[in-house]
């Protein structure tokens, strides 16, 4: 298996969205994802993650691609499922910010 890079583009992630084998995980608070959020895609909060992870078996055979804000949390989110089973989780540079301002303007920013 070859192992994807680390970190993928808003453009990218914007052609594979709806892929049946593509999930796209939102690690922002419950709060971030009231004011803005990518249709399609699930909320794990990060600081709720250990609860959370373990719903992600049902994503074991999935491609994983996590985003937050601007991808700090995201990279740390991404890492962590490298490490722990998930060897090619990405992360979607720039976070919702950047798909705010390159992919869908209707998102707010905030």
């Known amino acids: 298996m ?3 890079p680390i970190d993928i583009s808003v453009q990218e992630v914007e052609a594979m969205l709806g892929q049946p084998d593509v ?14 959020h990518i249709d399609g895609a699930i ?6 993650w250990q609860q959370v992870s373990g719903k ?5 055979d ?6 937050c804000h601007h991808g700090g949390r995201s990279a ?15 992360n979607m540079q ?9 992919v869908d303007t209707s998102v707010p920013r905030y």
Not at 27 to 34: A, G, K
């Open 23 to 36: 999930v796209l995980i939102d690690c922002r608070e419950q709060s971030e994802w009231d004011i803005a």
């Open 62 to 67: 999935k491609r994983l691609v996590v985003h």
């Open 2 to 4: 070859t192992l994807l």
């Open 56 to 60: 992600l078996a049902e994503y074991a």
């Open 76 to 90: 740390r989110v991404t890492q962590w499922l490298r490490e722990n089973g998930y060897p090619s989780a990405q």
């Open 94 to 102: 720039g976070g919702i910010d950047q798909w705010s301002l390159e």
């Open 43 to 48: 909320l794990f909060p990060m600081s709720q």
